[in-house]
């Protein structure tokens, strides 16, 4: 698996750094996986995702990570819902 060597990215309209919360990548057989990880004081949280070609959420998931080919990985972001339409 390649691993996109970004740790952090630029927000686009308040130019605040952002880091990751996770990772997310691309089976063989097309369907994305998503790890994601957090931390506030004592508590940890932690989930894995997996999105099949089926799943209803399955292109927004992609569109967001800016597409994914087998294999591929790439660092997951925190998600602005308010951008959500």
Known sequence: MMIDQEQSRMNET???EKTPIG???MEEDQ???VRIRTERGE???EANML???K???YQKVLSYLGGLVPEEA???F????????
């Open 14 to 16: 308040s130019g605040e």
């Open 23 to 25: 990772v997310a990548w």
């Open 31 to 33: 369907s994305i996986v």
């Open 43 to 45: 508590t940890l949280g």
């Open 51 to 53: 999105f099949t070609t």
């Open 55 to 57: 799943h209803p959420q």
């Open 74 to 76: 790439k660092s997951v």
């Open 78 to 85: 925190q998600w602005d819902f308010s951008l959500t339409p």
